[in-house]
């Protein structure tokens, strides 16, 4: 089931490699239906989630892969090198609470990145080609368990949003894929060094060998002492932290490897926008969760104040640069950094509420920065330009573009009854009630307020007051009187049009939804959120002992 | 008198054709008298087999000319349909100006 | 469930279709669909009243509650703490039934003042919406029954209030305003809320009822001064949404919005929310937290008092009445004095409301005039309104017989009964409350004066050419002033008659005999620690720890206070409230004298300069010229604050903004470059010597090529000889060698 969702749109890649370049609406629909196959047994799984089994479970070795569910094992790779052993390279996925939800936003976010992705005139087949295999490399991540797996899904990823950016971006676009790409890697070049130390540190106990599954990496037990990793080496276990911690984080983004964020987003087109604040900054996140806390949770308890302190600096400091900005994208990305920062802090709090906040934060940003991505995208389709001072007044022109917008602002900023608050609410409980990061939440409540500032002045700005003067549309009355809005060369409806409904309506049913009664998505998540806070408290270190 | 003609009559015979064939192939350079020059070899070939096989007493010399025959005939048509295409291509039967070879 | 229960929640849900039903459909509705919002929340309101008759008059028992919950979000077994849910609830007791009637019958009363007022209007129906989604969470706050939940409905208040104030969003003011009001109200909301955090840091929930029990077991185990602190804080967010000082800015501006919308919100229902939530959380306060509450509360009365007196604008004049008036509130909780306090959150709550609308009835009818200085002579046009209007007038100003003055004074009361027990400084309080006493007297006797007295003088007006909205209404100008229609004039009466003594109390001079004052009583404090506290601060040698401690075995000798510990049968007896409690009864006259002096002083003041005209302000205005333009610039905080905290917030965004493009993203860029340039020095040793080896191999290899390559000459008969001499090399070698 599981490598059905991951590998539907690579269905779709080759179906529509064999398709000719002009066929472009049978290219879409292709990557429609496989998107929305995906969705469909995303929802199955969904269904059929037992949310109270954990996933990993706190210090015991053994059959612990059956707590997942869904559960995919074959050998894969297997070589063997003599004197060095065999490589084993599994093919392993499994789902628990903490990808299930990555993976129902995944389907989620490539159904509407689709939708959106209609418009796209220029090289309709390369594009749809790349953004398939990119929909499944970002779906592999989620559910892969074994480390080796999950490292191809994520270089996989790198290449096709290198291109997607770099070919239908705007017109800086260069600087900013080469920007992205050259980061990443960095990042996963630290990641690889890592995982070839845990493969030669850790034996799974079922076979005795050497593994990259990262269920057993979890277990301290099958640490072997004296390998690099091992228990007492508590220096290069640091140092892994730490190098796992910067591949991850440049992903999240975290201040201060966050500068190739806003370019990829004012570059990129907008269902690449899309996914890429609605997916991708998740798996910097998860992989933390999944990966770095887990296999070294005492420098990770060490750390926690450090970690929550970037998540602090990425809170206040985003939402201040968001404040300065004049373009509505760049306003949006920073106002992302802002918002991972929760994320950074939640989890630093090593605590269940703290936890269970950072992860519906991840689901919930994912919702709700895409929707504000695809508004920007809607003005920015009429207007051609992005800038917040270039109009005002476009509420009583625009009123069904005003409300959603409105609702997607209010999200944002946290408004109760709409789901960013629930996870920032949690976030903040979470890290309050930590001793180490009380106060950090004491200063992080200050970007509730600059949150509220950027967002609302953008709003007056834009949409509030009159038409400026050198506003980039014109306003004429009908022969009825009525005041009607033009935009230059735009030919289509004023106002949200058939295809915007689509892909908004989801969208902000669910952040209303979701405000309201969050147990669908944050019910799953808490019985493995508290096995994964057992296992990191629950860890005394070597040296501790 | 004369000897009577043995085996060496033949193979001397056969040397000869040899030779002539041999001469023809490599020094001639119109593309037809080269191969007249390949179906004297053959022939020369044919004269050798057919002479061990009357002195060996065994019918396979005798049937492996035959099959050379056939074979020579089948040649010579191969061989002249390459002929005429590289006449065709190269306008000349000169092998001296068919060098793309080398390339 | 019970019938309660259910008829709460129904009443809580009513307002919520309604806005989202017509929030989507109000175009298509006959009349826009103001009947379906009216209608839900006239449904409401019969609802709350049959909640308060059953509760309020059923039981007239003072420690009525009842509550139901559910589960909203289950985090499962959570490591360290065990089973944890998060649960949303209903809590219903005398506080929350009389709150549910004042909510319902004023946004009803308002609803159908606004079928007049706001007739004709662009968007008619979607200001019914959104009139639906601010009851919604009105009712909200009063419901909840845990911080949670009440920090939601909160948040949800303030979101209406930002969509109503912003109702004319196409006026910049109103855009300005409505994102002031709800920039402001976040400052305090996020005190409120780190004040939550502590309290859930200590006890895994979010109910009051689990709170205080932990509280009282004494499971709250961070120091004294962080439930102090956490007590402050919550107090923060009252601070916000009751424009107390400092962050009383908000509500001036926030008259923006439509005049109903500022009865309604902006001086019965929102405004108040905060001393109802003080007054929720009043048993966790500590000592200390009480009197910075009674601090701001008391100077809050005083400086919004000290501004209504010079502004020109009617509503800006009743906004900052209301931040007074919000500040006795507040003040009254400060002080002890909870029962009064809330008595006066009710009582205010109708009068204001009908000097609201009074005051809509009169911009309505001036054809949007709400400058006072071209009004005037309105008495006889606008009798009902007249009528209305003064009752209500003498109910803020604290006349006897009027509903105003049995609260106001028995908040005044509490807070002589405060400084008689604090003692020192604290006396400034009590003198504060009275002085904005005499100003509120004043105010509103120049407001009447100006109003409804005198000679018409809308023709002095000069002409402003940049006023817009004048301009629109240039057409009107020649129409006679007239009284409003029946829908405008209901609400008003209403209101005037709830203003009046008989409703809470048939003793006009002691309300304390009333049914309001036997519901609602002064819970005890659940913080344990209060004795040991004074102890404590006296070995500290706090100057008023002895004082407190004596009067504390006063008031234990005294019959008084033993029964009214007796009518409270509970686990606590909190000394220092029985000390206040005692206090204050014997205050009680006293402050009747002392209001009455002030009351008469301020009327005959205004009724002296504005009516006599025996003083002319305009003289003495310039004569004391700093001091009224200080008043008249409303001490200047909108200066202040714009060149500190918003000016200060953007230099740093924008030093931020500047330091991310320059410095980080800088540096990233010069990583780029650096290992660009070690790159392509790198690139020169690889040309010259890596290279270098690699075409060296190549130039020989390409060499012999060159040599061998002349054998080949692509000539069949070469190959052929090649081919001989090969075999006959061969045959040389095997034969011979």
């Known amino acids: 089931?599981?490598?059905?969702?991951?590998?539907?749109?690579?269905?779709?890649?080759?179906?529509?490699?064999?398709?000719?370049?002009?066929?472009?609406?049978?290219?879409?629909?292709?990557?429609?239906?496989?998107?929305?196959?995906?969705?469909?047994?995303?929802?199955i799984i969904w269904q059929g989630y037992d949310s109270t089994k954990p996933g990993i479970i706190a210090g015991e070795s053994g059959n612990v892969h059956e707590t997942f569910q869904f559960v995919e094992r074959f050998d894969w790779i297997n070589l063997e090198f003599g004197r060095f052993g065999t490589l084993n390279i599994e093919y392993f996925m499994g789902v628990d609470g903490l990808s299930i939800t990555m993976v129902l936003l995944t389907a989620l976010i490539s159904i509407i990145g689709v939708i959106s992705s209609w418009t796209i005139q220029k090289q309709v087949k390369g594009y749809f080609l790349l953004y398939n295999l990119l929909s499944t490399a970002m779906m592999g991540c989620f559910v892969a368990l074994d480390f080796f797996l999950f490292y191809v899904f994520w270089e996989v990823m790198l290449l096709p949003m290198y291109f997607l950016i770099g070919i239908w971006g705007g017109p800086n676009r260069e600087y900013a894929a080469i920007k992205f790409f050259l980061y990443t890697l960095f990042g996963s070049v630290f990641m690889l060094l890592v995982l070839i130390g845990l493969y030669f540190s850790v034996i799974d106990p079922a076979t005795g060998n050497h593994t990259f599954n990262m269920v057993a990496m979890v277990d301290q037990a099958n640490y072997i002492p004296g390998s690099i990793f091992g228990p007492e080496n508590s220096l290069w276990r640091l140092v892994a932290f730490v190098a796992l911690f910067v591949g991850f984080a440049i992903k999240v983004p975290m201040f201060p490897f966050h500068t190739w964020l806003p370019d990829a987003h004012v570059e990129a087109p907008t269902p690449i926008s899309v996914i890429l604040a609605g997916v991708l900054l998740k798996l910097g996140t998860y992989g933390m969760l999944r990966i770095n806390f887990p296999f070294f949770p005492e420098v990770f308890q060490d750390l926690a104040f450090v970690i929550g302190v970037f998540g602090a600096i990425n809170i206040i400091y985003g939402a201040l640069c968001a404040l300065a900005q004049l373009d509505l994208k760049k306003m949006v990305a920073y106002s992302s950094i802002s918002h991972m920062g929760y994320v950074l802090l939640g989890m630093a709090a090593i605590n269940t509420e703290g936890m269970t906040g950072a992860l519906y934060q991840m689901f919930n940003h994912g919702t709700i920065t895409a929707m504000l991505f695809l508004l920007v995208g809607v003005i920015y389709d009429r207007s051609h330009s992005r800038q917040i001072e270039k109009f005002g007044g476009l509420a009583s022109y625009m009123p069904a573009y005003t409300f959603v917008l409105t609702l997607a602002f209010f999200a944002s900023l946290g408004l109760p009854g709409l789901s960013g608050f629930i996870s920032e609410a949690f976030v903040f409980v979470g890290s309050f009630s930590s001793e180490v990061t009380r106060p950090l939440a004491i200063v992080s409540v200050l970007g509730i307020v600059f949150g509220a500032a950027y967002l609302l002045w953008s709003l007056q700005r834009m949409f509030l007051g009159k038409r400026r003067e050198d506003a980039l549309y014109e306003v004429h009355e009908d022969e009825h009187g009525n005041a009607k809005i033009h935009f230059h060369d735009w030919k289509g409806s004023n106002d949200l049009d058939l295809r915007e409904y689509l892909m908004l309506a989801p969208l902000a049913i669910i952040v209303v939804i979701l405000g309201v009664y969050p147990m669908p998505i944050l019910g799953l998540m808490t019985s493995s959120i508290n096995q994964l806070v057992e296992v990191v408290v629950s860890y005394t270190s070597f040296a501790m002992n | 008198m004369l000897p009577e003609i043995g085996l060496n009559h033949y193979l001397i015979i056969s040397a000869i054709l040899f030779s002539l064939g041999l001469f023809g192939v490599m020094t001639r350079k119109n593309a037809v008298v080269v191969l007249m020059g390949v179906e004297l070899i053959l022939n020369a070939a044919n004269i050798n087999l057919l002479a061990f096989g009357k002195y060996n007493g065994s019918m396979q010399g005798i049937m492996f000319s035959l099959f050379v025959i056939v074979l020579a005939a089948a040649e010579a048509a191969?061989?002249?349909?390459?002929?005429?295409?590289?006449?065709?291509?190269?306008?000349?039967?000169?092998?001296s100006e068919v060098d793309t070879m080398k390339e | 469930m019970d019938t309660l229960i259910q008829f709460s929640i129904i009443a809580l849900l009513l307002p919520l279709v309604s806005f989202v039903f017509l929030i989507f459909t109000n175009k298509k509705l006959p009349r826009e669909g103001d009947f379906i919002a009216a209608g839900a929340?006239?449904?409401?309101?019969?609802?709350?009243?049959?909640?308060?008759?059953?509760?309020?008059?059923?039981?007239y028992n003072p420690d009525y509650s009842l509550t139901w919950n559910f589960t909203w979000i289950d985090f499962g077994d959570v490591p360290g703490v065990g089973p944890l849910q998060i649960k949303m609830g209903i809590l219903i007791d005398n506080l929350t039934a009389i709150m549910l009637v004042v909510v319902n019958l004023i946004s009803f009363l308002v609803h159908v003042f606004s079928m007049g007022y706001m007739a004709g209007d662009k968007y008619y129906g979607r200001f019914f919406a959104y009139l639906g989604i601010f009851t919604f969470s009105m009712l909200g706050i009063v419901l909840a029954d845990n911080l949670l939940a009440i920090y939601i409905f909160w948040e949800l208040v303030g979101l209406s209030s930002y969509l109503l104030i912003g109702f004319f969003f196409e006026k910049d003011s109103a855009a300005n305003a409505q994102k002031k009001a709800f920039m402001t109200n976040r400052i305090g909301d996020i005190g409120m809320w780190l004040g939550i955090l502590i309290l859930y840091s200590q006890f895994h929930t979010f109910g009051y009822e689990e709170i205080f029990q932990g509280i009282q077991d004494g499971r709250f185990t961070m120091s004294e001064g962080w439930l102090t602190a956490a007590g402050i804080l919550l107090f923060c967010g009252c601070i916000g949404k009751s424009a107390q000082f400092p962050l009383h800015v908000w509500l001036p501006d926030a008259m923006e919005g439509p005049t109903p919308v500022s009865a309604l919100?902006?001086?019965?229902?929102?405004?108040?929310?905060?001393?109802?939530?003080?007054?929720?959380?009043?048993?966790?306060?500590?000592?200390?937290?009480?009197?910075?509450?009674?601090?701001?509360?008391?100077?809050?009365?005083?400086?919004?008092?000290?501004?209504?007196?010079?502004?020109?604008?009617?509503?800006?004049?009743?906004?900052?009445?209301?931040?007074?008036?919000?500040?006795?509130?507040?003040?009254?909780?400060?002080?002890?004095?909870?029962?009064?306090?809330?008595?006066?959150?009710?009582?205010h709550a109708f009068f204001k409301a009908c000097l609201f609308l009074g005051s809509g009835a009169v911009i309505h009818a001036a054809h949007h005039e709400q400058d006072m200085r071209w009004m005037g002579g309105l008495r006889t046009k606008m009798p009902w309104t007249f009528a209305t209007f003064t009752i209500a007038m003498l109910a803020l100003a604290g006349l006897p017989l009027t509903s105003g003055f049995m609260s106001k004074d028995a908040i005044l009361a509490g807070a002589l009964g405060f400084a008689a027990v604090e003692g020192g400084l604290y006396y400034l309080i009590p003198a504060l409350g009275f002085t904005a006493a005499l100003m509120t007297a004043f105010y509103m006797g120049r407001q009447m004066w100006l109003v409804f007295f005198g000679e018409n003088r809308a023709h002095l007006k000069p002409e402003d050419p940049h006023d817009d909205h004048h301009h629109a209404h240039d057409d009107h100008h020649g129409h006679e002033v007239h009284e409003v229609s029946w829908e405008m004039r209901l609400p008003l009466v209403i209101l005037a008659a709830l203003s009046i003594f008989f409703v809470y109390s048939i003793n006009p001079l002691d309300g304390a005999k009333g049914w309001f004052l036997h519901v609602i009583k002064t819970p005890n404090t659940v913080v344990q620690s209060t004795g040991d506290y004074h102890n404590h601060t006296e070995d500290h040698a706090k100057a008023s720890g002895l004082f407190i401690k004596e009067a504390y075995a006063e008031s234990k000798s005294d019959t008084h206070t033993e029964s009214h510990d007796a009518e409270h049968a509970s686990v606590f007896s909190d000394p220092r409230q029985a000390a206040i409690d005692h206090a204050t009864h014997d205050a009680h006259y006293m402050a009747i004298a002392f209001s009455s002096i002030m009351l008469l002083f301020g009327f005959g003041l205004a009724y002296v300069v504005y009516f006599k005209g025996i003083i002319d302000p305009d003289k003495t205005a310039e004569k004391i010229k700093p001091l009224?333009?200080?008043?008249?610039?409303?001490?200047?905080?909108?200066?202040?604050?714009?060149?500190?905290?918003?000016?200060?917030?953007?230099?740093?965004?924008n030093m931020m903004a500047w330091f991310d493009k320059n410095i980080v993203d800088g540096m990233v860029n010069f990583v780029g470059s650096s290992s660009k340039w070690f790159a392509f020095k790198n690139g020169r040793f690889d040309q010259l010597v890596v290279d270098g080896a690699v075409n060296f191999t190549a130039f020989i290899i390409q060499f012999f090529g060159l040599v061998f390559r002349k054998i080949q000459t692509g000539h069949v008969q070469t190959y052929v000889a090649l081919a001989l001499v090969a075999i006959i090399g061969y045959f040389v070698y095997f034969f011979i060698g």
């Open chain 3, 41 to 59: 929340v006239g449904v409401s309101l019969i609802l709350s009243l049959y909640i308060f008759f059953q509760v309020v008059v059923g039981e």
């Open chain 3, 628 to 653: 009224y333009l200080y008043s008249f610039n409303k001490w200047y905080w909108d200066e202040i604050y714009d060149a500190t905290i918003i000016r200060g917030s953007f230099m740093l965004s």
């Open chain 1, 1 to 43: 089931m599981l490598s059905l969702i991951v590998f539907l749109p690579i269905i779709a890649f080759f179906l529509i490699l064999f398709l000719p370049g002009a066929q472009k609406q049978a290219i879409r629909i292709i990557s429609l239906v496989a998107a929305f196959a995906q969705g469909v047994f995303s929802l």
């Open chain 2, 78 to 95: 191969v061989a002249l349909a390459i002929i005429i295409n590289i006449y065709n291509t190269f306008k000349t039967v000169d092998l």
């Open chain 3, 265 to 347: 919100i902006h001086a019965a229902t929102m405004v108040a929310a905060g001393v109802y939530f003080v007054a929720r959380i009043f048993v966790l306060l500590t000592v200390d937290a009480l009197h910075v509450i009674a601090i701001i509360g008391a100077f809050t009365a005083f400086m919004a008092a000290t501004i209504a007196i010079t502004q020109h604008d009617i509503k800006r004049v009743l906004a900052y009445s209301t931040v007074s008036q919000l500040g006795y509130m507040v003040m009254g909780l400060g002080v002890g004095a909870f029962a009064p306090a809330f008595f006066h959150l009710v009582t």
